[in-house]
């Protein structure tokens, strides 16, 4: 069973704490994944830039519309993503609690992906 | 007679076979429809063949043949053959209940990633048996709204796959106390009873207290399992003492003591004297709680009651969970241990505090330590405001009674 951590962070606070530490987070966090992959947990991810840098498209009055910014503005956006292969919810949430990026004040989502076409 | 047979069967037994069920066919609506088919078939077979040797086993093994029957018409259509091999080698499985599901099954419905309100819907529909207008009624939301909300509930459990296991060691102590949480809610709600006419809703009590019962007996090494127990046993003994014939409240101290139900006081205070004896002043919260049921329980009358060990009792438990509603307790034990003033300094000391602000029962202690101390005008401004917050009828008729009578 996959699931989809999105991981979450407040980006006035990411972005005002020293490079030395954001550093450390990802370097930790990649140390983790890499542990979870030599284990079959984990099939990939990546950090995202902040969504100052986003663009979405939206269909209005029948055209495909590109505006700048997220999809949504909220105070926590999201900043990064891991696909996990985990026998079952508990097993992910295992994963999760002991995230380096959690232990950094970071929040991730814990999404199932679905098979398939929807049903 | 042989219909009544089957749902004496039925009541008494509905959620050990659910829960055996669930974990056969992996799916809580599989589970469900599966049962309520073996039900029909029994009440239509049971009058003519006879009432089975183990009517159980014969409830589970019909519904899981039922729901095999069914994934396999199904299977046909979508091609889900591996679905229909993964329930026919299940078949080869022990059908008997065994303890441990229902075990399971509360781990399951009470999962924290489900909202404590799905939490305790889920336990009451598929452990307690409680049918969804029921529990919609007890909760006084409306039967769809109630309805939707486990199909949601259930509908997690499936996609985001929520195991239906009791969960490891290391996990249990924690996932334990959410679950002891949903069965003292719902032992409240049917004692509290906040909104609406007041009538308190036992059938909410009884299931609690089997729920209760059921963890007990399932682990038995988890003290704090005991605890609940015990406390939820002393708070109901005084149910045929706690309103009067016109539904009024009767307080503790004026309570018919006779009424008490003294079997039920019995099971909860030796349940008490276990835990302290073995945890001593290490008790769990739920332990304390109890002991202090257990020193209004034993007392011959409120004047008799040992409100020093009560108050002592209190700090305790505001050691393990501060909490000003522990504290605001605290005070009043001081008072009726004998020292008014210094109860009533404690109770306004934590109406400073703010963090009591629109609760009902500060301003109660403090209009009635007031009338104590024979300073009467204060206390009606308190029963006053004490009005304007409470919520539940029958405490809102006391509270007028209290003010009609002072001098």
């Not at chain 2, 899981?64 to 979508?78: E, M, S, T």
């Not at chain 2, 039967?143 to 949601?152: E, F, G, H, K």
């Not at chain 2, 009606?380 to 008729?397: D, F, I, M, P």
Request: proline share 4%; with cysteine.
């Amino acid at each position: 069973m996959r699931y989809m951590l999105l991981i979450y962070r407040d980006e006035s606070q990411w972005d005002a704490s020293p490079l030395s530490e954001r550093k450390a987070a990802f370097e930790a966090a990649v140390a983790y994944s890499e542990d979870l992959r030599s284990r079959g947990l984990y099939e990939g991810g990546e950090p995202l830039e902040l969504s100052n840098t986003a663009t979405t498209v939206r269909m209005r009055d029948g055209k495909a519309t590109v505006t700048d910014g997220p999809f949504a503005e909220t105070k926590e956006t999201l900043g990064g993503y891991s696909i996990i292969d985990a026998k079952d919810l508990d097993e992910v949430l295992a994963i999760v609690r002991h995230h380096p990026l959690v232990k950094a004040g970071l929040s991730i989502e814990v999404r199932p992906i679905r098979m398939g076409p929807p049903k | 007679m042989a219909t009544m047979r089957v749902e004496e069967v039925f009541g008494a037994e509905r959620g050990r076979i659910l829960a055996t069920l669930i974990r056969l066919l992996g799916d809580f609506d599989v589970a469900e429809e599966a049962l309520q088919e073996a039900l029909t078939a029994a009440l239509e077979q049971w009058p003519v063949a006879g009432t089975p040797g183990n009517p159980a086993a014969w409830l589970i093994s019909t519904a899981r043949h039922k729901a095999i029957d069914r994934l396999r018409r199904r299977a046909r259509l979508a091609q889900m053959q591996d679905e229909i091999a993964r329930h026919i080698e299940l078949i080869a499985e022990e059908e008997a209940p065994v303890p441990e599901d229902r075990l399971r099954l509360i781990f399951t419905c009470c999962h924290p990633a489900l909202s404590q309100e799905a939490q305790v819907a889920l336990t009451l529909r598929t452990l307690g048996g409680l049918s969804t207008e029921e529990i919609a009624r007890a909760f006084l939301v409306p039967a769809p709204t109630m309805a939707q909300r486990l199909v949601r509930a259930k509908a997690k459990i499936r996609l985001a796959r929520i195991p239906y296991e009791v969960p490891p060691d290391d996990a249990l102590a924690e996932r334990l106390e959410a679950v002891m949480l949903v069965v003292y809610l719902v032992f409240n709600e049917g004692y509290a009873a906040t909104f609406g006419a007041g009538r308190v809703r036992y059938e909410l009590c009884d299931q609690a207290i089997r729920l209760g019962r059921m963890l007990v007996e399932l682990l038995p090494t988890q003290a704090e399992a005991k605890g609940l127990l015990a406390l939820m046993l002393l708070h109901d003994s005084r149910r045929g003492a706690r309103l009067d014939a016109s539904g009024d409240i009767v307080l503790l101290e004026d309570q018919d003591r006779s009424l008490w139900d003294k079997a039920q006081i019995d099971e909860g205070v030796a349940l008490v004297e276990t835990l302290l004896r073995e945890g001593g002043s290490a008790s769990g919260s739920y332990a304390l709680q109890a002991a202090i049921a257990a020193l209004h329980a034993q007392a011959s009358s409120a004047g008799a009651t040992d409100w020093k060990q009560i108050a002592a009792l209190y700090g305790l438990l505001a050691n393990i969970h501060p909490s000003p509603v522990v504290e605001l307790n605290r005070a009043v034990a001081v008072a009726m241990a004998g020292d008014v003033e210094a109860g009533l300094r404690l109770v306004e000391e934590l109406d400073q505090g703010a963090q009591l602000e629109g609760y009902h029962l500060l301003s109660v202690a403090r209009a009635e330590l007031l009338r104590r101390l024979g300073r009467h005008t204060e206390s009606r401004a308190w029963y006053e405001q004490a009005l304007a917050l409470v919520t539940n009828e029958a405490e809102r008729r006391h509270l007028e009674k209290r003010l009609r009578d002072l001098p």
